[in-house]
């Protein structure tokens, strides 16, 4: 459970970091877990990876990264911030390249949502951590970024929600003001979907661990931010899972038969499923 | 000419609107920051002798427009200071308090005014280098709109000492673990920020220096006007609480002999608004 001023933190700057959330040992299995899926991606087996490798995680051959997403020292934190009334939507792993572009994971600011990260390797301002813009998950900093122009490398189309257009005379991504959320193996970083975030420097295999929760939608305008939010994830995981395994379609189901099945009857699985369900995410 | 040469570009001034503040790097020479620190040196040697002898003081502060530290004083009206600050707070803007500053240690969240009526902006050059665990000066990006400026104010972050912010005592947290950007600088770099925008500086230690220069937009509308007269009804006790030493407006300056025509409208604004008796007297 988080305090209170961490919750303050979380609402006024829109993100938090949470030092050694999860043990030594917990970070071992999950690299052991990554290592052997990023094997299998056409990035893993190539010997100049130049590509973002991206996969879900919630099938049986990475079952300890599959039960983060229900884990108590990840869903306090859901908790504590949204209450009980939320969903839990993805938990995926994700093999970083290069730098990524100044963006909000969603632009209505209708939208609930956070995202939980846990980055495999140390990471600091050079070598690729995040950064964020503290407070720009509200306006009027959030809708005030975009009219900033962005000297930009071209981008794949998918992290780029907002109407940011790219300039030659722009500001490259590092003179963005932003804090750099430095990061070990083991801390945990909270983000709102809807705070600015990007990243640049590092290696080619920065490794990381997201887990996305929705909080149930509850006006219209929540509606139709979280309808929009489920259109775009649809099309982000297509294009990622095909970046990653190309045509073989058994790696790249989000939702794993058995993570479906529920064999547990875990009354919270059951309640994100048949969400899940109704939103058409299966 | 060389005005045009020190004008922000369209880029600058949108960043100083969305983000309140605005970096400048090496806006002044290595030799001239040299000159200012002789005269800094100098100047405080005096005042400490004058006034505090045994340095307990942990914030000395005195005006730059003197003409004992004649090259800072000239500072004022280069156009690398006034070009910029007009652009951002009017042509007609004014510089009521330019400061040479002497800290003694740190300085945690603050603003500097919660008055959103009138525009006030800072220009600050640090005079030694700065990093984030030695007195750079830290600001949250943005945090010159509303809701985040009230947001913070709520949050109970203020706290011109780390142990006077509630919201740091509550949460066991160190200022330098509040989100912000951290200006590194070297001197010669220079900082203008909107002072509504929340700042603060750690690693603090004896004798870190900095020069500022603030500009107040021209108050023309009621409320611009009714804002004004409370600053200047408040700035005796404001300046008293600083410890500022000497007086702001020496008479060689308020003398203007180069009959320095952007002066002679500072004075006479700074006279009709009654800032030469109080901040004189």
Not at chain 1, 261 to 280: M, S, Y
Not at chain 2, 5 to 10: E, I, P, Q, V
Not at chain 2, 24 to 44: L, Y
Not at chain 2, 107 to 121: E, Y
């Amino acid at each position: 459970m988080l305090t209170e001023q961490q919750i303050t933190q979380f609402h006024t700057f829109g993100f938090l970091i949470l030092r050694n959330g999860l043990n030594a040992k917990e970070i071992q299995k999950l690299n052991v877990e990554f290592e052997t899926k990023l094997t299998r991606t056409t990035g893993g087996k190539s010997k100049n990876k130049e590509e973002r490798m991206s996969w879900p995680s919630l099938g049986p051959d990475t079952p300890f990264t599959s039960a983060l997403l229900e884990s108590p020292s990840v869903t306090g934190i859901v908790s504590s911030l949204f209450g009980d009334d939320y969903f839990g939507i993805s938990c995926n792993a994700s093999s970083l390249c290069g730098e990524t572009n100044w963006h909000p994971d969603a632009d209505n600011l209708h939208m609930k949502g956070l995202k939980v990260l846990c980055y495999l390797q140390p990471l600091n301002g050079n070598s690729g951590a995040l950064r964020v813009i503290p407070g720009s998950h509200i306006n009027a900093l959030h809708d005030d970024i975009k009219s900033v122009q962005m000297d930009e490398p071209e981008h794949d189309g998918l992290t780029q929600v907002a109407l940011v257009s790219n300039s030659k005379s722009g500001f490259k991504i590092e003179e963005i003001p932003a804090t750099i959320c430095s990061v070990n193996p083991g801390d945990l970083l909270v983000f709102d979907f809807r705070l600015w975030h990007a990243s640049k420097g590092g290696s080619n295999d920065r490794r990381m661990i997201s887990m996305i929760f929705i909080k149930n939608a509850k006006t219209p305008e929540e509606e139709i931010a979280v309808n929009e939010s489920v259109l775009k994830s649809q099309k982000n995981r297509a294009h990622r899972a095909k970046a990653a395994f190309g045509k073989r379609n058994e790696q790249v189901s989000e939702y794993h038969p058995n993570w479906v099945a529920n064999l547990g009857n875990n009354p919270r699985r059951q309640r994100w499923i048949n969400w899940l369900r109704e939103k058409k995410y299966f | 000419m060389i005005a045009e040469n020190y004008s922000l570009t369209g880029k600058q001034i949108l960043h100083f609107e969305t983000f309140g503040f605005l970096v400048r790097r090496n806006v002044f020479s290595a030799e001239e920051v040299a000159k200012i620190n002789g005269e800094f040196d100098r100047r405080r040697a005096s005042i400490l002798a004058e006034i505090d002898p045994e340095e307990k003081r942990t914030f000395t502060q005195w005006p730059t427009r003197n003409p004992e530290n004649p090259f800072t004083a000239s500072l004022l009206d280069d156009p690398r200071i006034y070009v910029p600050s007009e652009q951002l707070v009017g042509e007609d803007s004014i510089p009521i308090q330019s400061h040479c500053n002497s800290y003694g240690k740190s300085s945690g969240w603050h603003v500097d005014t919660f008055d959103r009526r009138l525009c006030v902006i800072k220009n600050i050059l640090y005079l030694q280098p700065t990093t984030a665990d030695r007195g750079a000066l830290r600001v949250i990006p943005g945090s010159h709109r509303s809701p985040l400026s009230e947001d913070l104010r709520n949050m109970d972050l203020y706290g011109f000492h780390d142990d006077t912010s509630p919201f740091l005592n509550a949460s066991g947290m160190r200022g330098e673990d509040i989100p912000c950007y951290i200006f590194e600088s070297e001197p010669g770099d220079v900082i203008t920020f909107n002072e509504l925008t929340w700042h603060a500086a750690f690693g603090g230690y004896k004798d870190r220096r900095s020069l500022s220069y603030n500009f107040f937009t021209n108050p023309k509308a009621d409320d611009e006007i009714e804002s004004m007269k409370k600053i200047v009804e408040h700035t005796p006790a404001n300046t008293q609480g600083l410890g500022t030493v000497g007086l702001e407006y020496h008479p060689n300056w308020l003398e203007n002999a180069d009959n320095n025509p952007r002066r002679a409208r500072w004075i006479n604004w700074l006279e009709k608004w009654g800032f030469t008796d109080v901040l004189n007297n």
